[in-house]
Each structure stands twice: as C-alpha cells, then as structure tokens.
C-alpha cells in the first residue's frame, strides 16, 4: 500500500467507558495511524467535554441490553444524522465498522454509506433472538460490505448463523511490549499466593459469582490465599454478602487503569477467568500471557483455542466452582507448572501482536479499496428506502 489511508472507524459502544471492542478499536486505530495511516473514530460519548481530536462524537448512548450484558448504544435519527454528517466530511478511503448489527452507529453507518466498507465481528451468540429479529434489516445492511473479519471461529459462526457468508479470521491484536514487565502492582501486598480476576462485577457472565463461590475451599488450602479483584461495579454490596472470613482474602481495586492492568496481571501468581458464555475470544487471556502470568480459566470454546487446548493455560469445568477450587490450589502448590504455563503462553501470544495482526487487516483493506473508489454518503433516504424493500420482500 504505497499511500496512506484515509479510515473512518465505527465503535457502537460507549466510548468512555472499557471494554473489549473499544479497546481493540482504539489500539487498531493506533497502529494505523503509526504506519502512516489517517484514522477518524465515530462513537458514542456519555461524556460530552472535548475529546482527542482522533475521536468524532456519535452522540449520547442510552443501555441496551444486547448479547449477555448492558451496551451502551446511540441509534436512531439524530445518531443517523451525525453518522451521514461524519461519512460526508471524511473524504474515507474505506470505512471499517466494528459489531456490524448491533443496534448502533455501526449498522447505521453501514446504512447510510456508499463505497468499500470493511465488518468486523466480535461477538459470540449463535442463538441470539434480537439478531434472529432483526435477520431481514440486517441483511440489507450485509449486502454493502466488501470485506468481513471475525476475531474467532465463535465469531466467525454467529456471522454465518444470523447473516450468511463467511469472514477472513484475524484475531484480537495486543500490544505486547506493553505487559513486558511493567512493575509490580503496590496493592498486591499480602504475603502469601496471589489470585486476580478482572471483569464488570455486575455482569454474570464475567463469572466472579463462580469464583467467590470458590473461595473458601480454596482458603482452606491455601490459608495465605488472596483473591484481588479489578472492575467496576457496585463493591459495596458483594463485600457484605461474602462471609467475615471470606472478606479478609479479597481485596477489591475498583476500575484500573491499562497500565495498572498491566501491573496486576504481571505481579499475580495466577489469572482467573471463569466466565460462564457469550465470550468469542477472550483479549485478557492474551494480556496475562503477555504479562507472564500463568492462566487458570473456564474450559469455554474460545478460551481452549486462545489457549491452545490448555497447553498454554490450564481449563477447568465451566461454571463447576469445586473444579476451579481444585485447579487454583494445584497451580498455587507447583511452581514448576506455573512457569511452564508461563513459558508456553509466551509463545502463544507472539500471534497475537499488533505487528503482526494490523499486517492481516491492512491485506483486508487493501482488497477492497482496488478500486480507489471513495466512500460516500447515500442523500437517497438511504434508510427508510431499505427498510421498506426489507418489508416487501417480507410480505411477498
């Protein structure tokens, strides 16, 4: 690619607060952007004070419950406004939309636009009933694609199950020299083994319920056992449900920054992940290997491909509390499986590169901007024209 790209970005979630997708939006814009690239990011915003400039607002998000959890999403006619507005100052090269049916900008932004346009899926949920209802809407939103990614096989399935077709598989990149040793995190002050989970509390597929049911049977083992736990939610109300002598081994940090990210999962004996569903990847998976800390985690489908069908982490039965129990104490009395979990997820992760992975993404692009058509914004009433052809075909 001689010149570089002129990329509009579609992020339907919130851009203010964490998560999977907005994080890979912002590290791939940021790895563009260093190979010379032009990047523009259209999201959501809560907060509306000045933003980087990389960062257009996509208009104040409202909760949705959409795929296991609440997504913070902006739709409707204002959000179709902006995303036309945004589409017809960008002079893009392609536009590149993340969660393409989520009931957001990116499925607006795929509406309203002319010209090669690159989807990316994230989400695992074959069984989805919103999708299911929204098949024939989306459909005539696929239909303008050029090209599709999926971030896993999980992905890849729930793209062929709701919409059809396929998609080239590229993974979620990390920024790996970000977790080479960053220092030790200063809350992680106990002296005995170390055990951390990271996720939205008050999110039950995250699995923290099946973590602290775990607990005392791990205390039990391990009296000098510590459990630290990392995301937002409402800490209050879980610590006085936990038992006096549960309380005492859990340590709460609240909602960390990406470089304390880094610190707690580096300093860590072990990283827990036992998510119950819904998850088509598993991004902090790949941070605690880059970070050098062994991985116990939920024998969920995606997870076993990240980890390599447990050779780069250890799996244990979803949702099973006794067999997590079970595994945390086996990792914490040997040292010499831990580093040779260590050892192993430090080759697993080298594919995991943004290095490598913005390679494979830049390929995508590159086949679909042949052409050197640009994209446009579609002034035909480009929505409602749509959604009417969807209605037709389905009375016929």
């Given amino acids: 690619m001689s010149s570089g790209l002129r990329i ?13 997708v907005r994080s890979h939006v912002a590290d791939l814009s940021a790895e563009l952007r260093l190979r010379g690239h032009f990047v523009d990011i259209l999201a959501p915003l809560d907060d509306e004070s000045p933003v980087a400039h990389e960062v257009t607002n996509g208009g104040k998000p409202i909760a949705v419950r959409y795929n296991g959890s609440i997504a913070r999403l902006n739709f409707g006619l204002r959000a179709t406004r902006q995303a036309r507005r945004w589409i017809q100052e960008g002079n893009f090269d392609l536009i590149h939309v993340h969660e393409p049916v989520a009931p957001g900008l990116s499925l607006l932004s795929i509406w309203v636009a002319d010209g090669p346009i690159v989807a990316t899926w994230h989400s695992s949920n074959p069984h989805s009933r919103i999708l299911a209802s929204v098949n024939r809407l989306a459909q005539t939103a696929m239909e303008k694609i050029s090209g599709r990614i999926a971030v896993s096989e999980d992905a890849r399935r729930t793209l062929v199950a ?9 993974p979620n990149g990390v920024r790996l020299q970000s ?13 005995g083994h170390s055990l951390l989970f990271l996720g939205r509390l008050d999110e039950s597929r995250k699995g923290l319920a099946v973590l602290l049911d775990a607990m005392p049977a791990i205390i039990a083992g391990d009296p000098l056992a510590h459990l630290y736990v990392a995301g937002p939610g409402e800490v209050d109300e879980i610590r006085d449900e936990l038992a006096p002598e549960i309380r005492d081994h859990i340590t709460f940090l609240g909602l960390v920054s990406e470089a304390e990210k880094a610190q707690a999962l580096h300093t860590a004996d072990v990283y827990i992940a036992p998510n119950t569903g819904a ?7 790949i941070e605690a290997m880059a970070a050098g800390t062994a991985v116990l985690a939920a024998d969920l489908p995606a997870f076993a491909r990240v980890l390599h069908d447990g050779k780069a982490g250890q799996l244990f039965a979803n949702e099973n509390s006794a067999a997590l129990a ?13 580093a040779r979990l260590v050892a192993a997820g430090s080759d697993r992760v080298r ?31 480009q929505i409602i024209g749509r959604f009417g052809n969807s209605l037709g075909q389905g009375g016929r």
């Fill in 8 to 20: 509009g970005m579609v992020c339907p979630y919130v851009w203010d607060v964490p998560g999977g």
């Fill in 162 to 170: 709701h919409v059809g077709g396929d998609a080239v598989l590229i």
């Fill in 179 to 191: 977790f080479h040793a960053p220092g030790a995190h200063p809350a992680f002050n106990t002296p």
């Fill in 279 to 285: 998850e088509s990847f598993g991004i902090v998976l």
């Fill in 326 to 338: 079970d595994a945390a104490l086996a990792l914490l009395a040997d040292p010499a499986e831990r």
């Fill in 351 to 381: 594919r995991f590169d943004w290095d490598v992975v913005v390679d494979d993404v830049l390929a995508v692009y590159e086949s679909v901007t042949a052409s050197g058509e640009q994209v446009t914004a579609d002034l035909r009433g």
